[in-house]
Nanobody
Framework: QVQLVESGGGLVQAGGSLRLSCAAS????????MGWFRQAPGKEREFVAA???????????NYADSVKGRFTISKDNAKNTVYLQMNSLKPEDTAVYYC??????????????WGQGTQVTVSS
């Protein structure tokens, strides 16, 4: 059974930064796609970023247009942990952020395992 635990959320002013972490346990997820999604009140869960092993020491990453250039996803296989570095945060980034593990894609149903979520609030 895979467990994902997010941390690093909090309250930050617009323009600030946060780094979210997602620690996985249960099995090694080095070959899985790891993704971040977010859900704001009254809205559907939306894709933020994903990363997967590309072979030959490389990774592929994909980002939602709304976060491209501001957020960076990374993965530490030795720690079985994925990170989301969020810079230049905007009030519209306020949401519960979820870590997920599964197959490459931007739709939530591509991911079989989910964390419990961590709240990110950006004040204006």
């Amino acid at each position: 059974q895979v467990q994902l635990v997010e941390s690093g959320g909090g309250l930050v002013q617009a323009g600030g930064s946060l780094r979210l972490s997602c620690a996985a346990s249960g099995r090694t997820l080095s070959s899985d796609t790891m993704g971040w999604f977010r859900q704001a009140p009254g809205k559907e869960r939306e894709f933020v970023a994903a990363i997967r092993w590309g072979g030959g020491g490389t990774y592929f990453a994909n980002y939602a247009d709304s976060v491209k250039g501001r957020f960076t996803i990374s993965k530490d296989n030795a720690k079985n942990t994925v990170y989301l570095q969020m810079n230049s945060l905007k009030p519209e980034d306020t949401a519960v952020y979820y870590c997920a593990a599964g197959n490459w894609g931007v739709m939530p149903d591509k991911y079989a395992y989910w964390g419990q979520g961590t709240q990110v609030t950006v004040s204006s």
